[in-house]
């Protein structure tokens, strides 16, 4: 009898040779095809949790089916060490950020090796080592030798009593105050380093190159915010020019006022002395919003008037400007023409302070119906139907009043007049954003306005041209992107590589000197301050020019400009002599396929494809280009981005169906379930008990299903079968279509990340062994195929059992270095199958048929079984449909 299945014993012990082995250790093999895969570096917080388990054995799992396709796969493992939580344990425990840090790794490196992943630790790169952040620092180099770094004024929230800058995180409550001290945050200007990521807009949208999910593209063209319209300049009763940028110029005759963001510079020259109290107590609120909070979607709209007036340079219309925090200087101009007839927001702002509202845009009854009630159908009569329907929203006394009431257009059709615009929107109370025809608009009056964005709208074209002859506005687009903006106040990052000499001005640090080292030896203020500031060694030092005293940059870079880039530090976290070897760069990039969480959809993805864009317009990939043509690979396109494939796994909740944290009580720890069942149950139940995009609540009781499973495949295995006899020709069939069909299904589940399903196979296998376990089937070869078939499918999800019983069943080591199970479509297909049968969507009958079976057999089959004639109740049919796919006959009678 087989000893019972002590998964402690046998994860360390196969842990244990599998590194002795090197089993793992991924090395450059030009016969093999590569396969980068890579999961995202985790942050050194402490403790591995159960989220980085879920998104991590998964990706383990794929990887090694990868492997065992052939393929020469790279997965690596690393640390994105730098960032805040290091410091604030600094000040709140008295540890140094560094011996936090580097404590952590070493704790969660052991936790990440009990996982059994694949990894290759000979790769590892942590972001905090200064072989590591050389190369950042020579990255901010080479962005800034070619023009796509630069410094400049920028807003950050700053705590007046700590006297530092505040990460988003360190502001608290609705009334944002420091989370240290409670005193109320302001913003303040503080001069900063930015990348141009905004130069790379156009081909950030452009996501052609990459096989990512439809969700995430979506967040980033939404992120870039691409608009076509026109820039227009205003002017102030004084002629101070005010540019604004609109989508749409074809309601120019229809901006009653104008609307400057609380910082725009304009606003302390213009504001009357009678609005200056009020303007000024108005931008200081402003200053302690958040973007966010400003621009909130159903936030009121508030406002205070500057006493100043602009002048509408289509129709010379005197108007007023007004000072509101929902406009944003970091926005466009930081100024908008407001359109109230045309544009909701602006609609309730002049609702709410009385101001004009002038419609421009007048659309037909038809254009009415379909833009408030939201009828699609073209047909006349019915679209005069969903006017009278809407009558109590359009609140008309009588349909005839609203067919009777015509504005300046005519309607070829007399049963769909035009709608007199200001009579319209006045009745509704809301703003009419569909199409029409121009109106109050002078020459360009009965122009068609459609819904087509930038010019492909008739009217926008139309009024663009004209402003250009004008000389008051032209064509532009304009991006909601704004530049990288990469200085931090912290200590514990990457230090910015430039110098500030009062002869020479900004000069970068030679990259002979590089890396600019932190300094060990800092003290940390309660109050957040970075302590570079203090450190006299660090801060004074000498111009590489001119050899006089200069002071180097305080500031760190943003963590995200470490994790930009890390894919490539993998393939070589040694190099010394660039940040990446070119020999390993040509045969391993770009990356085939990552995973990660979709919350880092537009900031850590966006800034990898524009490092990627920026690395080849410095120049940076030249040597790989070469390194590649010598091994024959194309790099045609491989630089264009840093990872071609993405999926987003979901998110795991506690047993309450919360988010996990502390403070709830809720965390699960994956070493207690380690300890308690062993890695491969942990693994299981994660790939099994979710879909992996979509996560879900914890349940302790679900992952007994799965240690069920692990012993009874232990049971299955690990003891010898023995039953007399010759098995029948008909077991030996069934026995090899069930390995094959597994084989299908844990295929297809490992190709399409849906392991649940894949786990369910071989969970649908392991009963039909078990009960070919009895009869005389294991003395036939098909029974050791059917063993070979299902260790080998298990091995990527839970490798430690599947090697056990690979060497007890007599295989060669290592599982995991043997081929993927080939499928094999006769010997998988069902001799007969089941078909439903339906009535009136109803199922009545399931009947046995044969596989082949043909549509009239299946048919006349259905309408014969006993279910079907007792519905039918003699009655001819009306309709009959075979759905093959689904097994499924559907009579309708």
Not at 595 to 623: Q, S
Request: overall charge negative; proline content about 6%; charged content about 25%.
């Amino acid at each position: 009898m087989a000893d019972k299945y002590n998964p402690q014993e046998i994860e360390t012990r196969w842990q244990k040779r599998w590194e002795a082995d090197e089993l793992y250790r991924q090395q450059i093999d030009y016969d093999r095809p590569k396969f980068y895969a890579l999961t995202m570096l985790p942050y050194p917080s402490g403790n591995l949790h159960i989220g980085h388990w879920y998104a991590m054995s998964p990706s383990d799992a794929r990887a090694r089916y990868k492997r065992m396709q052939g393929y020469n796969v790279l997965f690596p493992m690393g640390f994105d060490a730098f960032g805040l939580p290091a410091e604030n344990a600094a000040i709140k425990r008295g540890i140094h950020p560094k011996k936090w840090t580097y404590a952590n790794i070493e704790n969660m490196r052991k936790q990440l090796c009990s996982m059994g992943a694949m990894f290759d630790w000979q790769r590892e790169a942590v972001s905090s080592d200064p072989e590591y952040y050389k190369w950042t620092q020579w990255f901010f180099l080479q962005f800034y030798k070619h023009g796509l770094a630069y410094r400049a004024e920028a807003a950050v929230d700053f705590c007046p009593k700590c006297n530092t800058t505040l990460a988003r995180e360190q502001v608290w409550g609705e009334d944002r105050h420091c989370e240290r001290c409670g005193t109320p945050v302001i913003k303040k200007d503080l001069t900063q380093w930015f990348f141009r990521i905004t130069q790379y807009a156009e081909e950030l949208l452009d996501h052609s190159r990459i096989d990512w999910p439809e969700r995430v593209m979506v967040m980033q063209k939404n992120w870039i915010g691409r608009s076509e319209g026109a820039h227009v300049v205003f002017h102030t009763e004084a002629e101070d020019p005010i540019e604004v940028f609109t989508t749409r110029p074809d309601t120019l005759w229809g901006a009653t006022f104008m609307v400057l963001a609380p910082e725009h510079p304009l606003v302390g020259k213009i504001t009357t002395d009678a609005q200056r109290a009020a303007v000024e107590a108005y931008a200081q609120a402003a200053a302690r919003k958040s973007e966010i909070d400003r621009t909130a979607e159903g936030k009121e709209k508030t406002g205070v008037f500057t006493g100043a007036y602009a002048i509408n340079p289509v129709n010379g219309a005197r108007i007023p400007i007004w000072v509101a925090d929902y406009v944003l200087i970091t926005y466009g101009s930081g100024a908008i023409m407001a359109v109230p007839a045309h544009d909701q927001r602006d609609f309730d702002f002049a609702r709410k302070y009385g101001l004009e509202i002038r419609g421009v845009i007048q659309p037909d009854l038809a254009q009415v119906a379909d833009h408030y009630i939201g009828e699609t159908e073209k047909n006349l009569d019915a679209l005069v139907a969903a006017a009278e329907k809407a009558g109590a929203i359009l609140t008309f006394d009588e349909a005839d009043a609203l067919f009777g009431k015509r504005g300046g257009a005519q309607s070829p059709d007399p049963r769909v007049p035009a709608i007199d615009i200001d009579w319209l929107l006045n009745t509704v109370n809301r703003a009419y954003t569909g199409p029409g025809v121009m109106a109050n608009s002078g020459a360009f009056d009965g122009s068609e306005a459609t819904e087509d964005k930038g010019s492909a709208n008739p009217a926008i074209k139309a009024v663009t041209g004209w402003l250009e002859q004008q000389g008051t506005g032209h064509l532009a687009v304009n991006y909601r992107l704004r530049d990288w903006l990469i200085s931090r106040q912290r200590y514990w990052g990457a230090p910015i590589p430039m110098i500030y000499c009062p002869k020479c001005g900004t000069v970068p640090v030679p990259e002979s000197d590089l890396p600019v080292l932190l300094p060990d030896d800092v003290e940390f203020m309660p109050t957040g301050e970075s302590p570079l500031k203090f450190h006299e060694g660090f801060r004074y030092t000498t111009c590489p020019q001119c050899g006089g005293p200069a002071e180097r940059e305080t500031d760190t870079m943003d963590t995200f400009m470490c994790s930009s880039w890390y894919p490539y530090r993998y393939l070589s976290p040694h190099y010394d002599q660039g940040p990446f070897d070119p020999i390993q760069a040509a045969y391993w990039l770009p990356v085939d396929q990552y995973t990660g969480g979709i919350e880092h959809a537009t900031m850590h993805l966006m800034y990898a494809r524009f490092f990627t864009k920026a690395m080849r317009d410095c120049g940076i990939f030249e040597p790989t280009i070469a390194a590649m043509r010598q091994i024959g690979r194309d790099p045609q396109g491989l630089f264009e981005e840093q990872m071609t494939a993405l999926f987003n796994q979901g998110m795991i909740l506690g047993e309450d169906r919360e988010k996990m944290s502390k403070s709830r009580g809720n965390v699960i720890d994956p070493d207690d379930l380690v300890a308690r069942y062993g890695a491969d149950a942990v693994r299981g139940y994660l790939m099994f008990a979710f879909r992996w995009d979509q996560g879900g609540p914890w349940d302790n009781q679900g992952i007994q299903g799965i240690v069920r499973w692990l012993n009874d495949t232990w049971t299955l295995f690990a003891d010898p079968a023995s039953v007399p006899g010759k098995p029948s020709a008909e077991q030996i069939a069934g026995l090899r279509r069930k390995a094959h069909q597994a084989i299908k299904q844990v295929t297809d589940g490992l190709e399409g990340f849906t392991f649940n399903t894949a786990i369910a196979g071989l969970m649908s296998l392991k009963n039909a062994m078990l009960d070919a376990r009895k009869t005389p089937v294991v003395n036939d070869p098909a029974w050791r195929e059917a063993t070979s078939i299902y260790l080998r499918l298990m091995a990527p999800f839970t490798p430690h059992i599947a090697e056990e019983l690979w060497a007890r069943t007599g295989g060669a080591y290592s599982v995991h270095t043997q081929p993927w199970p080939e499928y094999d479509e006769a010997s998988a297909a069902e001799d007969v199958i089941t078909l439903v049968v339906q009535v009136n969507g109803k199922v009545r009958d399931r009947i046995e048929v044969p596989a082949s079976i043909s549509e009239e057999d299946a048919k006349a089959a259905a309408l014969a079984s006993e279910g079907a004639q007792r519905h039918l109740d003699g009655k001819p049919p009306k309709k009959v449909i075979y759905v093959p796919a689904r097994g499924m006959v559907s009579i309708v009678v």
